[in-house]
């Protein structure tokens, strides 16, 4: 009998990079996402994830939220929000901007969409995330934009979404029906 497994392979992508960016990865049904402060990011077990979600999609999102809360974030529980209240619905934009901002690059906005109950104002943005608004989230953003892009997570970050779209390419000519698959639009 083998004692290998499969894995979906965006998920060992990204698995990868917050490894390489010290972040440890658990699983748990008690959470659907926390981050200890110490290392430890816990995402919630397959079964109780939404149809459209993956490990992908959530540990991006995880990493968004430590880019837009700044140098220091790794430090604190949950990056240093909470969502029992509306106090961080601001910086919960700011983070589906960046992660707007970032998939865009790469044909990936659509598939690795963020879903959470913000899900209507992140399908809302345009078609440039960054581009200037009233939205008090834009400066955020953009500041999260800039450590994704300049600082010391950017050569990770930029190798895993240009293997997520390369994955992307690859699999969307198989995909037939109501696939997350499909709506990737990777560029070459």
Do not use: K
Not at 19 to 34: D, I
Request: aromatic share 6%; net charge negative.
């Amino acid at each position: 009998m083998s004692t290998r497994t499969y894995r979906d392979p965006i998920d060992l992508v990204w698995l990868a990079t917050a490894e390489r960016l010290g972040f440890a990865v658990e699983r748990s049904a008690e959470v659907f996402a926390s981050y200890d402060g110490r290392g430890t990011l816990t995402l919630s077990t397959p079964e109780h994830f939404d149809p459209d979600d993956s490990l992908a999609q959530m540990l991006l999102h995880e990493l968004c939220h430590a880019l837009v809360e700044g140098p220091g974030a790794e430090h604190r529980q949950d990056w240093g929000l909470d969502n029992i209240d509306d106090r961080h619905t601001v910086r919960e934009h700011a983070c589906h901007r960046l992660q707007a901002a970032l998939l865009d690059r790469h044909g990936l906005r659509r598939m690795l969409a963020p879903t959470t109950d913000h899900r209507p104002y992140y399908e809302a943005l345009p078609a440039d995330p960054l581009a200037d608004c009233a939205d008090p989230a834009l400066p955020i953003a953009r500041e999260a934009f800039a450590r994704a892009t300049e600082g010391p997570w950017a050569p990770h970050l930029r190798a895993a979404l240009e293997a997520t779209a390369a994955v992307a390419a690859a699999v969307r000519p198989f995909v037939a029906g109501p696939s997350i698959w499909a709506v990737a639009d990777p560029t070459d």
